[in-house]
């Protein structure tokens, strides 16, 4: 877990959580690493810093497909669908992911969140 080899969010009385929105609470990228926004305002700017995803979350799977990471939708948990899918993820026959808002021929299964 990343909080955990962080001492600014470690040792912070915070701590980290995968939020609603699959981005972790406080956590940014920096410089090659990680820093924490609450602990470490000065030099961890979340205006300007990109948030990390939760492992196996819909943002996640989004960033590691190009259709999904340079569109205007990204992908989230729909948390109210039974089971729990991510937009606009799909899964393939053949095991491969793709992007039904901007792929016409993304057919195959939801993507389920683990989040």
Do not use: M, R
């Amino acid at each position: 877990d990343i909080c955990d080899n962080l001492p600014a969010c470690a040792d912070s009385k915070f701590g980290s959580y995968c939020k609603d929105n699959g981005v972790c609470f406080g956590l940014y990228h920096k410089d090659g690493g990680y820093c924490f926004q609450p602990t470490e305002q000065d030099t961890c700017d979340d205006s300007v810093l990109k948030p990390v995803s939760c492992a196996g979350s819909c943002q996640a799977a989004c960033d590691n497909l190009p259709q999904c990471k340079g569109s205007k939708w990204g992908s989230y948990c729909k948390t109210w669908q039974h089971p729990a899918v991510c937009f606009g993820i799909i899964t393939k026959a053949d095991g491969s992911t793709c992007f039904a808002p901007t792929d016409d021929d993304c057919v195959g299964e939801p993507y389920p969140c683990t989040a």
